[in-house]
């Protein structure tokens, strides 16, 4: 695959580095980790010590100075790389960058240093229960009371939720209002630091069972009569809630984006060293016809996905992303990533489908791409609006 055209020989020590970091800090514990469902707390601390975390947050904030094109080097390598557990592509992908877009000098200078250092975890917590994709409709409640908000509601499949020390919540500060009732309000949910209990009112569910993404910390989050100061509410104003989800969702689709390709690439890879070593009626299975189409065809859906995401990241850089694209960035590329792992499986044969080898759990982790960040069929909706 041909380089993409906005990297610089910076982006390429930054993968090496990455890479290193993933190889000898990350994989070997792989199994654990899945075992017990959620990395380590560690992991994200050695990543902020290399620098790897906050790479596009401003280095007066503790951040690399960076932009999203640090940050999709660091989600790239960390899917070649075959780790599915450290929630990089939210923490430091998609919270800090609300914290940079929206928050005020105060925020910014109490949160971003420690999001950056790996000492503290980030979640943010839009999809509830019984609501999906309609964030308008969120009963989650924040209500003013003298210098504090109360917040009542759930949220669920919150990514990070497990370890997380801050939240971003999306919540109805004004109830009578759909999207000019949503506000964000910075939740810091630990009693004293990530060794302290929770803070009352504050309550984690279960780390939800997944079928794919089993290392990956996904939780329920309750909030019962749970008081945050009002100097937390992201940005200072009420009713802006929406506007900033609103402005920071097609990073969030592009973040997706970056990980289907990447696992695209990724499966062509071992699936085209498999085929070169396998023999199945007296050669190896790349002398097959079927065998080389199959793999054609996935290559060439992939380079073009490829091209179509570099195009995409370089008009985000630019400013110019829009919601329609980032739409079609993530249902496609999502869609193209389940379609090619699942025709890569197949030429594994009866050995795709066992968990000896790493394209069954390739096959599991993509299914929940077309899921989350909104789901493929409300891309759709989003690209028809724009027609």
């Known amino acids: 695959m041909g380089a993409s055209p906005w990297r610089e020989p910076e982006h390429d020590e930054l993968a090496e580095l990455v890479r290193a970091f993933f190889a000898k800090e990350v994989r070997p514990h792989a199994d654990r980790v899945l075992a017990q469902g959620h990395p380590d707390r560690e992991h994200y601390r050695k990543a902020g010590d290399l620098g790897l975390l906050g790479l596009s947050v401003p280095v007066e904030y503790g951040g690399g100075g960076g932009n999203f094109t640090h940050e999709a080097v660091l989600l790239d390598e960390q899917m070649r790389s075959g780790d599915s557990s450290l929630g990089l592509a939210v923490h430091s992908g998609i919270v800090t960058g609300y914290l940079v877009a929206y928050g005020t000098e105060e925020q910014k200078q109490r949160w971003l240093p420690g999001l950056c250092a790996g ?25 003013r009371d003298g210098d504090d908000y109360v917040i009542t ?50 309550r984690r569910g279960r780390l939800l069972s997944k079928i794919g993404l089993k290392g990956n910390d996904t939780a329920e989050l309750f909030f019962d009569d749970f008081r945050v100061p009002a100097t937390n509410l992201l940005g200072g104003t009420e009713g802006l809630g929406f506007a900033q989800l609103m402005g920071q969702l097609p990073q969030e689709r592009l973040v997706i984006g970056i990980g289907a390709v990447a696992a695209m690439e990724r499966a062509i890879d071992l699936t085209v060293a498999y085929v070169k070593e396998r023999t199945a009626f007296g050669k190896p299975l790349i002398g097959h016809q ?98």
């Open 290 to 387: 079927n065998t080389r189409m199959v793999l054609a065809e996935c290559a060439t859906r992939t380079r073009v996905s490829r091209v179509f995401l570099d195009d995409c990241i370089a008009q985000h850089v630019r400013g110019e992303l829009d919601v329609a694209t980032a739409a079609m960035a993530k249902y496609w590329l999502t869609d193209g990533q389940c379609e090619v792992v699942d025709r890569c499986l197949q030429l594994f044969g009866g050995y795709g489908y066992t968990t000896e080898y790493p394209i069954a759990q390739m096959y599991a982790d993509a299914r929940a791409q077309k899921i989350y960040g909104g789901t493929n069929e409300i891309m759709k909706e989003l690209i028809a609006r724009a027609l």
């Open 153 to 202: 509601g759930a949220k669920t499949f919150i990514s990070n939720g497990g370890l997380a020390d801050i939240v971003i919540l999306a919540a109805k500060t004004d109830p009578s209002q759909r999207a000019a009732g949503v506000s964000l309000l910075v939740c810091e949910v630990h009693e004293r630091d990530e060794s302290g209990p929770d803070r009352a009112g504050f």
């Open 119 to 143: 000492t503290l975890v980030g979640a943010i917590a839009m999809t509830e229960p019984d609501g999906g994709s309609d964030l308008q409709a969120m009963r989650t409640r924040a209500i």
